[in-house]
């Protein structure tokens, strides 16, 4: 996958909130082989918080996405975006605008509006948006090169609640890569994003609140992949009733 | 004079931002500002006047999703 000039082996970006200890979040992002990984800004404390958690994000080498998480206008995401590019000294941005309290939807008319501006000053969007193929031409009119539409409501781990919608973005964009961001709860459900020819998957709390964060973070790396290949592999028709699979010529007569 | 940082109030002699972030002990070079909900990047800090009442915000890196 090529995202922004920038070529990505590994269909997978993950979140970097909730895990047990730091060792286990940079042990995840190793166990995936994971070249992207989202981080956010908050309060500084006094004691100097922050610093000590970039320095563990720095020691995986991995490529910094930071987020606009907790956003509910576009202006709070634009100045959010801009003190993300002063202390990550990247143009990329995660541009959240969150539009719902219930379901942390995006507002997509603010988010259209951010990422037009954000693209207009340098930033390369990564717009977290809602499964419309209206919204993603906006935003691909905005500046936007990659679209990074939702499988289910952030943290739910409901897995693709409208496949469908995402298969059509796949047939409406197909050049622009997609990434199935939030949503995700098992293995399974970052297979069938990929199966249904997804560029990629980004999940945070169905590794980080796993049993085993490692494996998971490994389980889900193999699980992109099979589903990856199984899109270039083109999946058979689906049938509405059963056909032998062993040829029927030459069957025995034992009756 | 009197500022709010972060939402908490201070009693500050400096005058402008990055004297007044050494003051309250914000030393990181890990952290990024905002006074009155408008961006200051890094390299105006030593240029960006502080008033009596201003709201500064300091942000840091943080585990995000």
Redesign the interface.
Known sequence: MRIYETDIATPLLL?????PSPKV?QNAIKAAGCEIV???????T?Q????G??DV?RQTGAKIL??T?GCHTA?EAI??A???R???ETDWIKLEVIGHADNLQPDVFELVHAARVLSADGFKVFPYMTDDLVVGEKLIEAGCKVLMPWGAP??SGQGLRNPDALRAMRAHFPDIPLIVD?GIGRPSDAAAAMEIGMDAVLL??AVAKAGDPVQMARAMAMAVRAGRTGYQAGPMERRDVAVPSTPVLGLAELV | MKIIV?SKPFDVRSHTLSDILTE???????????VN???V??KSRAETPINSGDQI?????????
């Open positions: 979140g970097t909130a909730q895990y979040l989202t981080v956010s800004l908050r309060r500084e006094a100097g918080t922050g610093a958690f970039w994000i930071p987020n998480a202006r100045t959010t801009q003190m993300a002063d202390i990550f952030i943290g939030a945070n709390t | 972060n309250v002990g914000f030393d990181s070079p890990a952290i990024a500002t905002a909900g408008q961006f990047p890094k915000e300091i942000v840091a890196p943080m585990q995000g999703g």
